[in-house]
């Protein structure tokens, strides 16, 4: 044991082996711009029947230019993100690769979450401003390509989970979603969550409130693009002054944590809902312990939370904070403060909590 002042020899073994991880994580966040990119202009979906292609072929496929198109694959074949044959000098996706980066409705499609972490590169100058001042940040402040990256990010999960898993795992909801009921989707961004309700239960009404105005808008036209536009509306409110008191349910996908009060939008989910009205709530996966969270999902949640999450919180009244992975018993507490007398865990997944409230 090294005594004070001074400092402990070094083991070789171990410095290798976290240069060795330190490399990867180098690796990494070189290539989220670059998965970013891919994303954005359509060239992993340009591989996405599994056809080789030369770096021009694809340059000519997607309008962009070659030179480019080259060093973007061979970055990409260097992280096994696509396969490269030597002999023709080609490119291509196996079905897995297309699977997670072509295909937008799979459950497995992730550069939605790349689109969100580059985003926060934007914010870094004000982070560290952040750091000292202990000012926050709010959604609303960052690059667009956060509100963008996250619809596409959780949107696959809602898909797999949502209508299939969680809405039946509640007390008789499915039942009243079916007969007709009024739902209230709080925080829904750009309005993925409550899409994909209206669309598998067409005799009930759906309003997604947002306090972030340009993500309603997004949230208006992605709805008319589904058909949906007299279906569904879209508003500007926030978690603690969305309006209705007649709610046979209420929706809160990812946001809870990153609210200021979340206890004060608790105790007005309270007033809004029915007798015998249901809150879902969908977290983050985290345990109540640190040591729970310390591996590789708790490293992205707790990275995001750090960036985002927290800012966001620390930027409105009260300034709770209670970061991506506040964990069930912090979440149970908030929400019995907030007056309800029934709390319980419906659902999960590797990525996800789901719990029902009810008076």
Same mark, same amino acid.
């Given at each position: ?66 030179? +480019? ?88 999960? +809602? ?201």
């Amino acid at each position: 044991m090294a005594t004070p002042g001074t400092q402990a020899p070094l083991n070789e073994a171990k410095l290798n082996e976290f240069m060795g991880k330190a490399i990867g994580d180098m690796g990494a966040a070189m290539s989220a711009s670059l998965i970013a990119i891919g994303e954005q202009l359509g060239l992993y979906k340009a591989m996405a029947d599994g056809t080789k292609l030369t770096s021009a072929e694809l340059a000519k496929k997607t309008g962009t230019t070659e030179r +480019y198109v080259r060093e973007w694959l061979n970055a990409q074949a260097a992280g096994g993100y696509v396969n490269y044959d030597a002999a023709s000098n080609s490119y291509w996706l196996s079905p897995e690769q297309a699977f997670a980066l072509a295909q937008d409705d799979s459950p497995a499609y992730l550069p939605g979450f790349f689109l969100a972490a580059v985003s926060v590169a934007h914010d870094v100058e004000n982070l560290l401003r952040a750091f000292k001042s202990g000012d926050g940040i709010g959604w609303h402040e960052h690059h667009h390509w956060l509100f963008e990256g996250t619809e596409k990010f959780f949107r696959p999960g +809602y898909n797999a989970n949502l209508i299939a898993n969680w809405i039946p795992a509640l007390d008789g909801v499915e039942a009243k979603l079916k007969r007709g009921a009024n739902v209230a989707d709080v925080g829904c961004g750009h309005g993925a969550s409550t899409i994909i309700m209206a669309r598998a239960y067409p005799n009930s009404a759906f309003t997604g409130y947002d306090y972030h105005s340009g993500s309603i808008e997004r949230a208006r036209t992605l709805a008319e693009h589904a058909g949906l536009g007299n279906r569904v509306v879209f508003e500007v409110a926030s978690a603690k002054a969305y309006p209705g008191s007649d709610y046979d349910l209420v929706t809160f996908f990812d946001c809870l944590h990153d609210m200021g009060d979340p206890v004060g939008a608790a105790r007005h989910v309270f007033r809004s809902l029915k007798p015998g009205g249901v809150w879902m709530i969908v977290e983050p996966r985290a345990e109540d312990s640190i040591e729970g969270n310390l591996h590789p999902i708790g490293r992205i949640f707790y990275s995001a939370s750090t960036m985002i999450c927290t800012p966001a919180s620390m930027s409105q009244e009260v300034g709770l904070a209670l970061g991506a992975q506040a964990g069930e018993k912090r979440i149970r507490e908030v929400v019995m403060e907030g007056g309800f007398q029934h709390f319980r865990r419906a659902a999960e997944t590797p990525f996800n909590l789901v719990f029902e409230a009810k008076r």
